[in-house]
Every structure is written in C-alpha cells, then in structure tokens.
C-alpha cells in the first residue's frame, strides 16, 4: 500500500473515530448527563413580592436552548401582568432550604440531566413535601434525571421516546377538565391544534394518582422513535389514551403539574400554551383551584 492510499485510510479511521466518539458522548449526555453541578448559590433579589416563581433550566443532559431563552422573557411578561416575583437560574445551588423557601412555585423549564447534588435534591424533596408547588416542562420529564422520587411522585410517568420523522408534528388536543374539577380549567379551550415534539411514555400518569388536564389524538401522527441501525424497539405510541399534561396534589399539600409540550422557541410564544401554563403556575402555588 503506497503513502497516499495509507494516508487515506488513516484519516478515514480518524474521522470515524472521532464522529463515534462525539455520537457516543451526545448519547451519554442525553441518557445520562454530565455531571457538572454548582456549589455556590446565587444572590436572590432583597425585596421578594407576596408571591415568588423560581425558573429554573438547568441542562447537565439535553440542551433545549432554544426553547428556554425563549419561556424566561414570556414568563416575565407573565409575572410582570400578575404582580409576582420571578427569579431566572440556571445554577442549582438555588436549591437548598433557605432559598427555596422564599418560592411559592419551582418551574423546572427543560432543566435535564443529572442536576442537582444529593444534598440539593434532599432539600427540594423537602420543599415539596413541606408544601411547595412544582411545574415541570417538556425536557424536564425526559429519562436523563435517574431519580426514583421524581419520577414516581413529581413527573409521574417514565419517557420511552419521541417520534424522529417527522420529529415536530401538528396535533388535536382535548381537555378533560371541567367546571366540576378542582383544578381552574374554565376558559380554557375544549380542543386545540399546536405542533410540537410529543413525548411517548412506558406508563401512564393516571395509574399514579395523576389527573390528566389534555391528552393527544395520535391519529394520523407517526410515533416511531427508531433509529436505522441502532434502535429498532420504540415504534409504538400510547394509543387512544395519551395523557400531555397532568396534575396531582402530594400527601403534605404540595402540588406538581407537567406539561410534556414546549420543545420549540415558538411555544412560549402560543397564547393558548402560555395561558395553560399561566393556570398551572396558578394552581401550583394555590392561588387558585383545590386539591378535593
């Protein structure tokens, strides 16, 4: 073999080296995520309104960058009509005891990944079980979290997948709330359109005590998150019943809901999807509905 066809070869095993190694770590990263954690908390603002929001998006797995620069200015906006208090972080140091207390509401916006040390996890469980309000978005229920607890009590179902083509997918949602529900539903629409990335997942909410606020018409839609070559088992949806947003209320007055949309930039710009998240920060912090 001459220098030049060696020379080739070589650097043709070098390319694909190297693009495996960089499959494999986005891989890793997505499943898993990085452990890079924060020690030291922020410096909270002084004056605090009655009611206060932490925002919270911090990635260790998949970066929804798009998605989360895009829900700080609406949630802003949002606190800003309300009259509330809303601090924006992406360092989890904010989570000890001292600082958490001082939120009436934690919305987790596509925070993944392994994100919180033992001790900050320990005092946000606290948090919630002391009587805290949780609102968790789209990346937040992904499987990168590898936390028992927030699975089972805040998230309330596992995530198997999301379709790969098409990825982002116009669909028909429908509500299941009504004026007898303890959660403030009124006004919101009976059935609505939007495109976005829809999460498949092993289980459903409901089987844990979850009160599904809109499912998914999956007719028509393709389901499939198999990739040629390397995963060939998640051709599969979850049916007639595809729960997309839940609630429930925790033993010691806590209260959780998730939405699996808010993939793309453009869904905090939705009225309909910001008014659906405007009534879960709501409910969360007990401003409005019960937990009867």
Not at 18 to 43: A, E, N, Q, R, W
Not at 97 to 116: C, H, M, P, Y
Not at 195 to 200: C, H, K
Not at 270 to 286: A, D, F, N, Q, S
Request: proline share 5%; with cysteine.
């Amino acid at each position: 073999m001459n220098k030049f066809l060696k020379f080739v070869l070589y650097s043709f095993l070098s390319l694909l080296l190297i693009g495996m190694i960089g499959i494999g770590t986005f891989v890793y990263k997505v499943k898993y995520g990085l452990p890079f954690y924060d020690s030291t908390p922020p410096t909270l603002p002084v004056e605090m309104k009655d009611f206060s929001v932490l925002l919270f998006s911090k990635t260790n797995g998949f970066p929804h960058s798009e998605a989360i620069a895009s829900a700080i200015p609406a949630f802003e906006k949002m606190a800003k009509k309300n009259d509330w208090s809303i601090y924006a972080t992406n360092n989890a140091a904010v989570f000890n005891k001292e600082q958490l207390a001082k939120f009436d509401v934690v919305i987790w916006s596509n925070a993944t990944g392994r994100n919180l040390t033992d001790e900050q996890r320990i005092a946000f469980r606290e948090y919630m079980e002391n009587g805290g309000g949780f609102l968790g978005i789209h990346g937040t229920g992904d499987d990168s979290h590898h936390w028992d607890w927030y699975y089972n009590e805040l998230i309330g179902a596992h995530f198997s997948h999301h379709p790969l083509s098409p990825q982002i997918q116009a669909a028909n949602l429908h509500l299941e709330c009504d004026s007898t529900s303890s959660y403030p539903c009124m006004g919101l629409p009976a059935t609505f359109n939007r495109a976005d990335e829809w999460y498949v997942f092993f289980d459903n909410p409901r089987t844990k005590g979850f009160k599904v606020l809109y499912t998914l018409a999956e007719k028509g839609l393709e389901m499939s998150g198999n990739i040629k070559y390397l995963v060939n088992d998640k051709d599969f949806g979850m049916g007639t019943d595809h729960p997309i947003i839940w609630y429930k209320c925790l033993p010691n007055g806590g209260r959780t809901f998730y939405s699996a949309m808010g993939h793309t930039g453009a869904s905090f710009q939705e009225p309909t999807h910001l008014e659906i998240l405007e009534k879960g920060i709501r409910w969360t912090g007990k401003l409005e509905g019960s937990c009867n």
